[in-house]
């Protein structure tokens, strides 16, 4: 049996993860205060937060953190900010094991996973290599759960990993071709689903619970079938089943619908603080639903100990006229997105006019071109942002400055000239193109309607493009209502932001600058034939985005680093050329609240979705006020 040192020595050792830093050495752990008398909370080899080797405090349990949310489904916020995985990034946005104790790693097609012997999960049940077994042979495997079969990140060459239980600590992931994105996607803040708690949910499932106990579940939670309830039930992404065993910081106390949703100190969490104690130190999290329009008001009175969701850059001189009436601070850091916000063209759109149009890069560049970016940044960012096509920061490994100024010069009678090139020269009213079947070329940008900075940015924006012929006329919805549109095809350019992660390496997947899933929003129909195997969609017919995905497959394929730091240049190169996604500022600054009291927020990072899990990279389970 391998043992734990060797694992992470293994982990160490890996060629493609060249980032990958050195897990904790184990200290004894602390009893914390609101546990009582409860015994065996943690793995014997727990993971330890060596926080003065972070420059923080060691903190001390107790208080109640607030957050204010736009929605119910914002639940979704407390595993992401808690981000507990297999491995995370740290600040220094290195890889390490965190509920692994470790992990070998051979060729980049083997991976051995070494759990901590002890670990339980929430209800206190153990979490064992069953867990794994469960979701891979059970759940994974099983064709009415997944009618696909595995996901892409589980299926290389066309061909599934080959599981196995090694023994009760010990799993193993096969696979018969490199995949070197398949650790760095356990890190992400949603990720790919290796492990559920087994002894719960069983109750759920047809091979183990008998049919009448399934159909009496099934009418209770007013699902159809014994398929619909094991997904509800299962659900961790949005945390809405509190009796679902979790191994985050903190677990749901509180089912939708709920005007406040507490989440509560899980007593068996995997880390301890250089000292012994268990973390987290604060003994609960309170989420309360506020209209979204309403946030930055009740963050600028204290309503808040720690805000970031509902703020922008605008907020700012608000914010920090608040710090002098109310007992909080103002910090910003830096949005890790390859633009602030971005536009994406629809090559899905089922408007037959509008689908050739968007799909000639002619007609991206013409709108890429047309964008003042120098007004954006000026008007929105007081100048502090980066203009900037919708591309890797300069701050990347892979940052060149060609990817950042392609297409995004400030050029109207470029613009013009390849409006006219498209065939575009008739104007109606108000000097307005007409498209090649009469119509006015007016746009529809479509939004989710949960920034204003977006609003503001559209309101330039509409202003560029009817210098150069174009009427952009703005809808807002909601974000379900959004999405789906977008994936009926129904939306001609929707808004967002750009690039999820903007400081990504070599080592990175880059699959989010390729069809991968149903959510991108210039090519969800190409996404989705991708996440499903071909399944669902329509496979890719533009010959640059197949490019694009040939180039993905050959990143994977490919074993050695500098190959794919090649063929990332090659996949920035073309999204630059083509302008799949038009970015217009970059580097933009994210207000973040937090109470006075609350210590060990940094002043300074990096805030994203990807690779920072906006604020779980900094370890929200050390948090603590210093006085309680």
């Known amino acids: 049996m391998i043992t734990r040192r060797r694992a992470i020595a293994g982990l160490m050792g890996s060629l493609a993860l060249p980032r990958i830093a050195r897990a904790e050495a184990p200290q004894p752990a602390g009893q914390p205060a609101p546990l009582g008398e409860m015994t065996d909370r943690l793995p014997l080899n727990p993971r330890v937060i060596d926080l003065p080797?972070?420059?923080?405090?060691?903190?001390?349990?107790?208080?109640?953190?607030?957050?204010l949310v736009g929605g119910q489904r914002d639940v979704r916020l407390i595993p992401i900010y808690s981000y507990a995985r297999l491995l995370t990034y740290g600040p220094d946005l290195?890889?390490?094991?965190?509920?692994?104790?470790?992990?070998?790693?051979?060729?980049?097609?083997?991976?051995?996973?070494?759990?901590?012997?002890?670990?339980?999960?929430?209800?206190?049940?153990?979490f064992t290599a069953e867990d794994f077994r469960y979701t891979w042979e059970d759940v994974i495997s099983h064709p009415k759960l997944y009618k696909s079969g595995p996901p892409p990140e589980l299926v290389a060459s066309g061909q599934p990993a080959r599981f196995e239980v090694l023994d009760d600590l010990t799993v193993r992931y096969s696979f018969v071709s490199p995949m070197p994105a398949f650790l760095p996607k356990l890190a992400a803040p949603l990720p790919t689903v290796l492990f559920m708690p087994s002894a719960y949910l069983k109750q759920f499932h047809a091979s183990y619970a008998d049919e009448a106990s399934l159909t009496r579940l099934a009418e209770e939670q007013r699902v159809d079938d014994w398929r619909r309830l094991h997904i509800k039930m299962s659900r961790s992404i949005r945390p809405e089943n509190p009796d679902l065993p979790t191994l985050e910081a903190w677990r749901p106390r509180t089912a939708p619908p709920a005007e406040q949703f507490v989440f509560e100190r899980n007593p068996y969490f995997h880390r301890v603080d250089q000292a012994g104690t268990q973390l987290p130190y604060f003994d609960r999290v309170v989420l309360n639903v506020v209209s979204s329009e309403i946030i930055l008001a009740k963050t600028a009175t204290g309503e808040s100990d720690l805000q970031a969701a509902g703020l922008a850059f605008p907020d700012y001189t608000l914010l920090k006229r608040a710090e002098k009436t109310h007992p909080l601070r103002v910090a910003l850091w830096r949005k890790s997105q390859g633009s602030a916000m971005a536009l994406f063209p629809n090559l899905n759109c089922v408007d037959p006019v509008w689908r050739d149009l968007f799909r000639d890069v002619r007609m991206r560049r013409a709108l890429s071109v047309a964008i003042n970016r120098e007004e954006i940044n000026k008007a929105l960012f007081f100048g502090l942002g980066v203009e900037s096509a919708d591309t890797v920061m300069p701050d990347c490994p892979l940052y060149r400055p060609d990817y950042a100024r392609a297409w995004a010069q400030y050029d109207p009678d470029l613009a013009n000239a390849l409006l006219d090139e498209l065939g575009l020269t008739e104007r109606g009213s108000g000097g307005i193109r007409r498209l090649p079947d009469g119509r006015q070329a007016g746009i529809v940008v479509e939004t989710a309607g949960e920034s204003t900075l977006e609003t503001d940015i559209l309101e330039l924006i509409r202003d560029h493009y009817r210098e150069v012929g174009l009427a952009l006329y703005i809808r807002t919805s909601q974000r379900d209502v959004f999405r789906s549109r977008v994936l009926a095809g129904l939306v001609q350019l929707s808004v967002w932001q750009g690039l999820d992660n903007g400081v990504p390496d070599a080592h990175s997947s880059p699959e989010g600058l390729v069809p991968t899933t149903g959510d991108q929003l210039q090519w969800p129909l190409w996404g989705s034939w991708y996440a499903s195997g071909g399944?669902?969609?329509?496979?890719?017919?533009?010959?640059?985005?197949?490019?694009?995905?040939?180039?993905?497959?050959?990143?994977?394929?490919?074993?050695?680093?500098?190959?794919r730091e090649r063929i990332w240049h090659q996949i920035l190169a073309l999204r630059a050329d083509q302008v799949f996604s038009i970015g217009t500022v970059n580097g933009a600054l994210q207000p973040l609240v937090r109470s006075a009291r609350l210590v060990n927020l940094p002043e300074e990072a990096l805030y994203g979705f990807e690779p920072t899990s906006f604020l779980g990279a900094y370890l929200p389970d050390t948090f603590f006020y210093a006085q309680v």
């Open 53 to 67: 080797g972070l420059g923080r405090a060691t903190g001390q349990q107790g208080g109640t953190l607030r957050i």
């Open 94 to 126: 290195q890889l390490r094991p965190d509920i692994l104790a470790g992990v070998d790693v051979e060729d980049d097609q083997i991976f051995t996973f070494h759990l901590r012997e002890g670990h339980r999960w929430s209800d206190g049940t153990p």
């Open 535 to 563: 399944s669902a969609g329509e496979a890719p017919d533009m010959p640059e985005v197949v490019a694009l995905m040939d180039l993905l497959k050959a990143w994977g394929d490919s074993d050695d680093p500098q190959m």
